[in-house]
């Protein structure tokens, strides 16, 4: 069983900065290609954030771009999203995901959800102005 867990998210003011952090519990023994972080506001459909290869490379939706930075650590199981500069906008559920191994046409924010096989429970960002 793969078991994420999600971490990090809570209540800060516009232009502070959060890191959210994506474990994956101890027992898997990593092979995912692709690692990503959704999030989703009420009232609106889930939207890719970033995205992360095991090979390091990385990609983002333009709403974060130079905003936010992920990063994977596979000796420690962890997935984490650095959020810098947060508008109220980012005020929204968030969501690791990870695959299971098979490399996809494409890892990038506007991979589809449904490429993702193992999901987190959610951390909640609120952003106050």
């Known amino acids: 069983q793969v078991h994420l867990v999600e971490s990090g998210g809570e209540s800060v003011q516009a232009g502070e900065s959060l890191r959210l952090s994506c474990t994956v519990n101890s027992q898997y023994s990593w092979k995912s290609y692709c690692m990503a972080w959704f999030r989703q506001a009420p009232g609106k459909e889930r939207e890719g954030v970033a995205t992360?290869?095991?090979?390091?490379?990385?990609n983002y939706a333009e709403f974060v771009k130079g905003r936010f930075t992920i990063s994977h650590d596979s000796a420690k199981n962890i997935i984490d999203l650095q959020m810098n500069d947060l508008e109220p906008e980012d005020t929204a559920t968030y969501y690791c995901?990870?695959?299971?191994?098979?490399?996809?046409?494409?890892?990038?924010?506007?991979?589809?959800?449904?490429?993702?096989?193992?999901w987190g429970q959610g951390t909640q960002v609120t952003v106050s102005s």
């Open positions: 992360i290869t095991k090979f390091g490379a990385t």
């Open positions: 995901a990870i695959d299971n191994g098979q490399v996809p046409a494409t890892c990038s924010s506007r991979t589809v959800q449904g490429w993702f096989n193992y």
